[in-house]
């Protein structure tokens, strides 16, 4: 089947349709938001034999890794919803103590939903980042209606996945526009959706590339919206001495599955091994290339994907100063990624800004510091990440506290002995952090404070209680978490 790029009619229409329901769906009820999240589940779960075929057709990838993302998928529709209907991410707040002049105070502030938001699916999850995935599951339990752009590498997926969103838009009684799916290979499309009045905000899982160019384009509007683009990262380990000297030998098994994970393809994949050359360094460089030279390759998501792997890992392998540390013994055949890990001494590193980006395949560079000093000036050197990991003991911790500070600084999620590959759906989780690793790192894609990305506060003075919304009311039907003159209550 072809599906070509959504006609500037159509597109035009499709947002007047979300802002048309938007004026309704904004206005529905906290539980309501909670039945349309459970009804998409439960479409999902229906269509899952379809929906896995399908992804396993356009992605390459396994049967068991897509049934574990759409199981996932379900569970953050589930937990989105319930977040929404408990409320506490509304931040309920009242204030009524008279003020220091002793005036009367009648304050009441809440989270109101944005209006119509662009999602825009991602290549690498086909299910949890895409046309049903967490930015459409946060923005409609925020009260937000959802434009979707399907990503053009998994097409068929993505129109299997919004039919099953919209059947249960409907069996909900709500009206269509609630919910849109659209095409668009070209730049265009996404250009018009983002640069569209109506429109309100963007959620974006992809490259640095695409991710700044639509926060450009956005902020280029005579209104400017929020953007929030997860861009991955290079997601740096830093392997401390002691606890390098402690266990080379497991350190290099975690990290080789970890780098390896999913062919490399993960925005959490930890893709800069930093450590201080010694005879511990050595002995996990060596159980570190055993562990690769023993690794199949396997197809990549889709031929972009496979020609973007091959372009950049061979630019960094031809930069002076990399050497090979470690390849798999069989051949890559075409679309399919070759596991590799490279090293180079930090000095060198320091002057190729190149390679302090991501190669986005199953490819690490392990960095090679001559003293504490070195490794500091790489913490000091490296951007905004999603994730920074300690491999320390109790005494690394005490004599490198400079440089856990600095990393603080750069990272969303800061992992102390863990690898970074593997995100928790639950309010606890960040997975978000400095540019470039997102666009604003005071808001996380995972988790019920995903709902905070498509809300805004809005204050009420001196209303009445009849006329306010439900969870600013002095009886406090909804029964949720405020904030009343200071105290935190039901």
Wanted: include cysteine.
């Amino acid at each position: 089947m072809s599906y070509s790029d959504t006609s500037h009619a159509v597109l035009l229409e499709t947002i007047e349709n979300a802002q048309a329901a938007f004026s309704l769906y904004k206005n529905c009820s906290l539980e309501q938001r909670f039945s349309l999240l459970r009804a998409i589940a439960a479409e999902l779960k229906n269509s899952g034999e379809a929906l896995i075929a399908a992804a396993m057709r356009e992605t390459h990838l396994p049967e068991a890794r897509l049934k574990n993302e759409l199981g996932r998928t379900v569970f953050q529709l589930e937990s989105y919803g319930a977040a929404a209907a408990a409320g506490r991410w509304l931040d309920a707040t009242i204030e009524t103590r008279p003020n220091a002049a002793g005036a009367a105070v009648n304050l009441r502030k809440t989270l109101v939903p944005l209006g119509p938001v662009v999602v825009f699916g991602a290549s690498n999850f086909p299910f949890a980042y895409s046309t049903a995935g967490g930015d459409t599951a946060s923005a409609l339990a925020a009260g937000c209606t959802v434009i979707v752009k399907a990503h053009p590498a998994h097409p068929e997926t993505s129109t299997l996945a919004a039919a099953a969103v919209a059947k249960a838009v409907e069996k909900q009684q709500l009206p269509a526009g609630v919910f849109s799916h659209v095409y668009g290979a070209s730049f265009s499309v996404g250009e018009e959706l983002v640069k569209h009045p109506l429109v309100k905000a963007v959620g974006f899982t992809g490259s640095l590339r695409g991710g700044k160019q639509l926060f450009d384009w956005a902020q280029q509007r005579k209104d400017p919206i929020p953007v929030f683009a997860e861009m991955g990262s290079v997601n740096p380990v830093f392997m401390l001495p002691a606890q390098l000297q402690a266990q080379p030998s497991l350190l290099a098994d975690q990290l080789a599955a970890s780098f390896t994970l999913g062919a490399g393809q993960f925005c959490t994949k930890p893709g800069l091994l930093v450590a201080i050359a010694s005879p511990a360094l050595t002995a996990f460089e060596q159980q570190l290339s055993d562990q690769v030279k023993r690794m199949i390759p396997v197809h990549l998501l889709h031929e972009g994907i496979a020609e973007a792997y091959g372009h950049h890992r061979s630019k960094a392998l031809q930069t002076a100063g990399v050497s090979v540390l470690a390849l798999s013994d069989k051949e890559a055949a075409s679309q399919q990624g070759q596991p590799t890990v490279a090293t180079i001494k930090a000095e060198q590193w320091l002057q190729q800004p190149h390679l302090h980006q991501e190669v986005f395949g199953p490819y690490a560079l392990l960095i090679a510091c001559a003293n504490s000093k070195e490794m500091m000036a790489v913490a000091r050197t490296t951007e905004g990440q999603l994730t920074t990991t300690i491999m320390a003991s109790e005494e690394d911790l005490q004599q490198y506290r400079s440089l856990v500070e600095c990393v603080k600084e750069k990272c969303g999620r800061l992992i102390l002995n863990g690898v970074p590959t593997g995100v928790e759906v639950c309010k606890a989780m960040q997975h978000g952090g400095p540019f470039p690793a997102t666009t604003d790192p005071r808001f996380g894609a995972v988790g019920e404070d995903a709902l905070k990305r498509f809300a805004r506060p809005l204050c009420y003075q001196n209303w009445p209680n009849h006329l306010l919304p439900a969870e600013l009311q002095d009886e406090n039907p909804l029964r949720i978490f405020r904030t009343v003159n200071g105290e935190l209550t039901r």
